[in-house]
């Protein structure tokens, strides 16, 4: 158990290491680019969702927003069904600059879970899955992100 727990240690800390690289090297934050990771999956969100999920406060997110929104990276819309709100959306032409500092990484990832079985890759989506609760509900408990 100490083993795994240390590896998984040692691969969370990689992978902020490479986000911060993959962050500089865009001229972004992290925070920027965890938006917009955000985003790309969910397609829209409100800017408190944003802010949820960013685990930022709603005036930081004002701030990047307007940040992304000038670099041309999001649109940013006011509700129509409510004006108070304004839905954040990234610029899908901006999409293939966000995901080719990833390729390299993602083509050897795609090479190392082709010698997996069909059992040990629903494991690990299980697994992360379960992995992202547990995340968010320690977010939650200490008043974070959702």
Do not use: K, W
Not at 20 to 45: H, K, P, Q, Y
Not at 50 to 70: E, P
Request: overall charge neutral; hydrophobic content about 45%.
């Amino acid at each position: 158990m100490a083993d795994l727990m240390r590896a998984g240690r040692e691969t969370a800390r990689l992978s902020m290491v490479f986000r911060n690289a993959i962050a500089d090297r865009l001229g972004l934050t992290v925070s920027d680019l965890e938006c917009l990771d955000f985003l790309a999956d969910v397609g829209s969100a409100t800017a408190g969702q944003v802010a949820g999920r960013t685990n930022l406060t709603t005036g930081a997110v004002t701030s990047m927003l307007r940040r992304l929104q000038q670099a041309g990276f999001v649109t940013a819309e006011r509700d129509p069904a409510d004006r108070r709100r304004v839905i954040v959306t990234l610029r899908p032409e901006r999409i293939p600059e966000l995901e080719r500092p990833y390729e390299r990484f993602a083509e050897q990832a795609v090479r190392l879970i082709e010698g997996y079985s069909v059992e040990e890759v629903l494991l690990l989506v299980r697994h992360f899955g379960r992995m992202r609760e547990m995340y968010l509900a320690e977010l939650d408990r200490l008043g974070g992100a959702q």
